[in-house]
């Protein structure tokens, strides 16, 4: 005898599925969270900052962002 999935089972399932995927999508560190924005290291972001057209990092929240400020960051981010 096969077991057939109840309606219950399959709303079970795809509400783990649900809660995975989200977890997954919100558990990347804020480093890895936008290509041209959060580091981990200073030379991280320095190697970055000089890739969009900038020439300084700054720091926020004990991460590294590159460019002088967010304000100049999002300006040059723009720009590509």
């Not at 924005?37 to 320095?46: M, N, Q, R, V």
Request: aromatic share 4%.
């Amino acid at each position: 005898m096969t077991n057939i999935p109840n309606q219950r089972d399959i709303t079970v399932v795809m509400n783990l599925i649900t809660a995975i995927s989200v977890a997954i999508t919100f558990s990347a560190s804020p480093a890895h969270a936008h290509r041209k924005g959060i580091y981990t290291s200073e030379a991280e972001a320095l190697t970055q900052a000089e890739k969009i057209g900038c020439t300084e990092v700054h720091q926020n929240n004990g991460r590294w962002m590159p460019c002088a400020d967010e304000r100049e960051l999002h300006q040059q981010m723009r720009r590509q």
